[in-house]
């Protein structure tokens, strides 16, 4: 079983690894000083960070493999930040059309795809706030801005869950993965069908201007 960890910064994510899927944890990748300047190169920007998301989805399902379980923390198909940033108006179009194209291709040649479940953290901002000033050891840069994700990020983990029901559970599990349904069966050649099913819903999204 493959699951997939989500939420705002300072939400709690890493933190719910550690205590619950120690050992099987596919972390996060943080912010890269070699990766290309997307608004120069979108295209090349996107393959880049597409690229991290392929090698955390083979590094999960190498741990599903002799383990039974993986938990990645955040999404290995990251196109929903890029996708929240244009929401925003933060970032231009272009630069999330890219993306979109570089990811599709990366799930029709099966170099990624999605997982069994998906845990997404709903937090208030302000709770947010109080636990990021709770943590001196992370400098979590540009903490506010991703803040104001967090609408986005529901509107695109409520559009999966509509492709996908019952694969979305809102909130972080308290006891863990002990009670969290069996493993359905992961979406394989029909990927790009949900995919496309998925954009589809969230074309009629109006972004903020940039």
């Known amino acids: 079983m493959l699951i997939v960890v989500e939420g705002i910064s300072a939400s709690g994510k890493t933190t719910w690894c550690r205590k619950h899927a ?8 943080g912010s890269r000083d070699d990766a290309p300047d ?12 597409v690229e991290q998301g392929e090698r955390r989805w083979q ?9 039974g379980v993986a938990v990645c923390d955040t999404d290995p198909i990251k196109l929903h930040y890029i996708w929240s940033l244009w929401q ?14 570089a990811t599709r291709e990366a799930i ?23 636990q990021r000033d709770a943590d001196p050891t992370r400098s ?24 996908l029901p019952g694969a979305v559970i809102w909130g972080l599990p308290e006891d863990g993965l002990v009670h969290l349904p069996d493993r359905r069966e992961r ?10 099913q998925m954009m589809d819903s969230l074309a009629g999204q109006r972004p903020a201007v940039p």
């Not at 979590?140 to 869950?161: D, I, Q, S």
Request: aromatic residues 10%; hydrophobic residues 50%.
């Open 187 to 196: 979406p394989g050649g029909n990927a790009v069908q949900i995919f496309d």
């Open 88 to 101: 925003i108006g933060a970032a231009a179009e272009r630069v999330w059309q890219a993306e979109h194209v």
């Open 59 to 67: 590094a999960a399902r190498a741990i599903e493999r002799s383990r």
């Open 108 to 130: 029709a040649g099966g170099r990624i795809g999605f997982a069994d479940a998906y845990l997404v953290e709903l937090i208030d901002p302000k709770r947010a706030r109080q």
């Open 22 to 29: 120690a050992g099987f944890t596919v972390a996060e990748t």
């Open 140 to 163: 979590r840069r540009n903490f506010e801005l991703h803040v104001r994700l967090l609408g986005p990020l529901m509107t695109w983990y409520g559009a999966l869950e509509a492709v």
């Open 38 to 49: 997307a608004t120069l190169d979108p295209a090349g920007a996107a393959r880049f960070w």
